[in-house]
């Protein structure tokens, strides 16, 4: 028998399922995590490389919504849970039963360790929504992309939710030309950086790049 707490999120998701809420008013994007260990990974944060978060929030304007009858002012939003695959399969469950239903385009699904079934098994539940696996740690990249023939998965580098979140969005952006746009207009930032940080190494050279850019 689930806790308590555990007991409350799943009816709470069942209970949203049945709402049959305009598209628009929903979140997009589910991020699921096996623990909240893995939010520095998922999100950012605490010596990480930028995660989901940044992508979502900071590059491509969507909104975390953590109200579900009460959608923030942007058009696309996204919402995060912990589901632990092994001592929460049941809200794990709920969660991959009901996303559909809930309005949900696209999950993102990270898990670390040498078992991190969350990505596999939320895929497995959720079908035929996509979802995008995030191995949290080395070690957990055969385990997230284990999948067999028939069970679709698909899966980023150790570590890389950012670029889960850039798919996921391209996904997205399939059905709405303002994320295709937003999409476009992000990657032209980094053409713009990398052609910046070239012309000032070319005519800077290497030391006075350095003196400019890395000495304090």
Same mark, same amino acid.
């Given at each position: 028998?689930?806790?308590?707490?555990?007991?409350?999120? @799943?009816?709470?998701?069942?209970?949203?399922?049945?709402?049959?809420?305009?598209?628009?008013?929903?979140?997009?994007?589910?991020?699921?995590?096996?623990?909240?260990?893995?939010? %520095?990974?998922? $999100?950012?944060?605490?010596?990480?490389? %930028?995660?989901?978060?940044? +992508? #979502?929030?900071?590059?491509?304007?969507?909104?975390?919504?953590?109200?579900?009858?009460? +959608?923030?002012e942007s058009r696309f939003t996204f919402e995060t849970?912990?589901?632990?695959?092994?001592?929460? %399969?049941?809200?794990?469950?709920?969660?991959?039963?009901? !996303?559909?239903?809930?309005?949900?385009?696209? @999950?993102i699904a990270g898990a670390g360790g040498k078992s991190?079934?969350?990505?596999?098994?939320? !895929?497995?539940? !959720?079908?035929?929504?996509?979802?995008?696996?995030?191995?949290?740690?080395?070690?957990?990249?055969?385990?997230?992309?284990?999948?067999?023939?028939? $069970? %679709?998965?698909?899966?980023?580098?150790?570590?890389?939710?950012?670029?889960?979140? #850039?798919?996921?969005?391209?996904?997205?952006?399939?059905?709405?030309?303002?994320? /295709?746009? /937003? #999409?476009?207009?992000?990657?032209?930032?980094?053409?713009?950086?990398?052609?910046? +940080?070239?012309?000032? #190494?070319?005519?800077?050279?290497?030391?006075?790049?350095? /003196?400019?850019?890395?000495?304090?």
């Open positions: 028998m689930p806790a308590d707490s555990v007991q409350s999120l @799943i009816d709470q998701l069942h209970e949203e399922a049945e709402m049959d809420r305009p598209n628009d008013l929903t979140p997009d994007v589910g991020i699921v995590m096996g623990s909240d260990s893995d939010l %520095p990974t998922m $999100a950012g944060g605490q010596g990480k490389r %930028p995660g989901a978060y940044a +992508a #979502l929030a900071d590059e491509l304007g969507f909104e975390e919504q953590t109200d579900y009858t009460d +959608a923030p849970f912990v589901c632990s695959a092994h001592r929460t %399969p049941d809200l794990m469950y709920a969660y991959a039963e009901t !996303a559909e239903d809930r309005g949900i385009d696209v @999950i991190a079934d969350l990505p596999n098994m939320t !895929a497995s539940i !959720a079908y035929p929504l996509p979802v995008i696996g995030v191995p949290v740690q080395e070690k957990s990249v055969d385990s997230v992309i284990g999948m067999p023939q028939g $069970a %679709p998965l698909t899966a980023v580098d150790a570590g890389k939710s950012f670029n889960a979140a #850039l798919s996921a969005v391209q996904i997205l952006a399939r059905q709405h030309d303002e994320l /295709r746009d /937003r #999409l476009v207009s992000y990657h032209e930032g980094l053409q713009t950086d990398v052609g910046e +940080a070239s012309r000032d #190494l070319h005519e800077l050279g290497t030391p006075g790049f350095k /003196r400019e850019y890395w000495d304090e």
